[in-house]
């Protein structure tokens, strides 16, 4: 297949465009498209066969479920059965936006958008070109990051270009997603709520609406075997070259560093810090260190480019993992593996 490029302005968006992009997805086709978090690589959700064009095209593992995105709250109950008071709560307050609830699926859904799960994952982008696909497409979008599986999502245009290229009928250009970083998922299907990913809407800032929630463990460590997001089981974010997180205070940290063997090995830290790693055949930084929207903006592009190197070793700097910077740790500490050196 030959893909398409679209290219469309947030600020002046194309309606031909966007209309070419709704009527693809009407048609059973494959479109990739930013969102405020990273590139989606979407299909009409209420169809199977182009749900399952989109696990082809991703060589994505069959028992990983994908979330389904809507243009609006009204079309939540299109896709999902007894929907929980705080659902509506959560929305009111942040959608559209990063975040992504798991609710009890309805009918209407194919069982192949949830892996066969009797749960669906809904969210409602805030990206005005996503929004405008959505809409005009006029069907739920499912669409899981636009990567190719095992790889970190795509944050840039270049990023799903390079890797879905001849997999999807249509690419859209639309720059640099702001946020970075996917969704927080958060299930509200249990007795409790559970996070079970963290992402730009922050856990302190869903308990400020529903009260305290629970996080799964696989958010702080390897998946043990009873994660509830089937996603999290999966070695993600994954750069070529072996990546070590190391934590510590400042001072310890860099000196731990330096003291590393230096040849075909990278140092990834924040900026400023750069000339304090000497001797490595790289150093490439990822946001200021305290801000944690700039890392999150920053780090699956600093680890794409670690890939175009060739490298064997990489020494990763971490922030506190507290608000967004829960995300960031979590997506450093599973691109290791959670290989993490406390010095
Ligand atoms: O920001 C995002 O969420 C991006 C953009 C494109 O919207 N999408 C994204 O999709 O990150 P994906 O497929 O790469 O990640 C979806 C995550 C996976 O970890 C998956 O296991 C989890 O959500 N998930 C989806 N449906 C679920 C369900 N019914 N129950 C539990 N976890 C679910
Ligand atoms: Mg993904």
């Given at each position: 297949m030959q893909s398409t490029y679209l290219k469309i302005d947030r600020n002046n968006i194309d309606k031909s465009a966007v209309e070419k992009a709704a009527q693809c997805i009407k048609d059973g086709g494959l479109v990739c498209f930013p969102t405020e978090t990273v590139y989606g690589l979407g299909a009409n959700g209420l169809s199977p066969d182009a749900v399952a064009s989109i696990f082809a095209a991703k060589g994505r593992p069959q028992d990983n479920p994908l979330i389904l995105h809507l243009a609006d709250v009204a079309a939540l109950e299109s896709v999902a059965?007894?929907?929980?008071q705080s659902a509506y709560a959560l929305f009111e307050r942040f959608?559209?936006?990063?975040l992504t609830l798991v609710l009890k699926r309805a009918d209407a859904v194919p069982p192949a958008v949830s892996a066969g799960l009797d749960t669906v994952a809904v969210r409602i982008p805030s990206h005005p070109t996503a929004h405008a696909i959505i809409a005009a497409a006029g069907v739920p979008v499912a669409a899981p990051s636009a990567n190719l599986s095992g790889k970190p999502s795509p944050t840039a245009f270049w990023h799903v270009r390079d890797e879905l290229s001849g997999r999807a009928d249509i690419i859209i250009d639309g720059g640099e997603c702001d946020v970075g970083v996917e969704s927080t998922v958060l299930s509200l299907v249990g007795e409790r709520a559970i996070l079970l990913r963290p992402g730009g809407i922050t856990k302190e800032q869903i308990e400020e609406v529903i009260g305290q929630i629970d996080v799964s463990s696989a958010v702080y460590q390897k998946f043990d075997g009873t994660a509830a997001a089937p996603g999290m089981k999966y070695r993600h974010y994954a750069p070529r070259a072996s990546l070590c997180v190391v934590v510590g205070e400042d001072d310890a940290v860099i000196r731990a560093i330096n003291s590393k063997e230096k040849s075909r090995s990278g140092v990834l830290c924040f900026e400023g810090e750069s000339s304090r790693f000497e001797g490595f055949e790289a150093v490439i930084t990822y946001g200021k260190k305290g801000d944690f929207a700039s890392q999150a903006h920053m780090l699956f592009d600093a680890l794409r480019r670690f890939d175009e190197l060739d490298l064997d070793r990489i020494y990763a700097r971490a922030d506190e993992n507290r608000g967004v910077g829960l995300a960031v740790y979590n997506r450093l500490t599973k691109a290791a593996g959670f290989d993490i050196e406390e010095v």
């Open positions: 059965r007894d929907i929980p959608a559209p936006g990063p």
